[in-house]
């Protein structure tokens, strides 16, 4: 899903498309696409929306646990197909970054925002390689992926090796979000990666290691009627196995859908219905900047073939808000967090506002 949030259009991409005549309709995301690889791992900028989200764990040399964020962005606004401008915005590129020390106890982010083009961004065709003005991520041709992020706080230089296939989420890619088909997006995940590089803090480099988790959705229809969030967490489990389970909150934090999977450490897949997830709170923490209540630690429980099994998702630390309204996104909650037997990372939106895809 996500996956930072996984996306919501900016006022200046509004400002920028507003008065545009609409182009030809978005694709419908169907059941019985055929995912081919590297292919899938560039831009489909048919769609919609679209993410490459990285989130993980870091330990430094004495051995301090940080989390990380990095997600790029990319949109396609309705405009109109025949204007010969350059200036014409046909493709939109956001970009978030986020580290979360508990030493400091509040995230560190920074943000990137440009149309496509004029040497300033973009994301390729047919494989891994978005840039956004100095900030980049990339698929080597050995598989791994490399990116470098920096901000005013923090700069990150990262190598991500796969040590698993992709997992395609939901029906063979195909991720329902809500009641109608076409609320769906095209899903898969790579969950595992071996991290190392540097992080840049305070004015000191010092070399990081660890283990991400990757997410790749792209979409044109995400959100449903009355939906107006979500609720997601993305789990290595310390036995190899990986878990993913979302819900899509209604007001009132009625459930609307949830799904997700589980891949055991001897690769069988076992995918969740609706009636197969719950996220239960068991610890809220109210945000002193924008009065958003959050529960940050929870309690999934998940039906498999054997019984229901739980997971207590309990963050590294209470405060890790987001919040980029200063370049027209949203507030929402994106943490670190641990359960027996694995560790990833827990997202929460549309608690600060309703989100608007």
Known sequence: MRRSVKYVLTVAALALTAAMPAATDYPVVRPGARFVFPREHGAHPAFRTEWWYVTGLLKTREGRDLGFQITFFRTTPKTDAANPSRFAPKQILFAHAALSDPNIGHLLHGERAARAGFGLAQARIGDTD?????????????????????????????????????????????SQKGPRPGQASYY??????????????????????????????????????????????????????????????????????????????????IRFAPGDVRFDPLRQWRSPRTGALYPVTQRLSIRLPEGVRRFDLTPLFADQELDARRSGMPVYWEGAVRTAGGSGYLELTGYADPLRM
């Open 130 to 174: 978005v840039t956004l003005r100095d900030w980049r991520i990339r698929r080597l041709p050995d598989g791994r992926f490399v990116t470098n992020v920096a901000t005013p706080d923090f700069a990150l230089a990262l190598t991500l090796t796969p040590r698993q296939s992709p997992l395609l989420e939901g029906q063979d890619g195909y």
């Open 188 to 269: 898969y995940s790579v969950p595992h990666l071996a991290v190392t590089g540097s992080l840049t803090h305070d004015r000191k480099a010092q070399p990081v290691t660890g283990q991400a988790w990757l997410d790749r959705e792209w979409s044109s229809d995400y959100l449903g009627g009355g939906a107006v969030g979500w609720d997601w967490t993305g789990l290595n489990l310390d036995d190899g196995g990986a878990l993913m389970a979302f819900r899509i909150r209604g007001a009132g934090g009625k459930q609307v859908w949830a799904g997700g999977s589980l891949r055991r450490a001897d690769g069988r897949v």
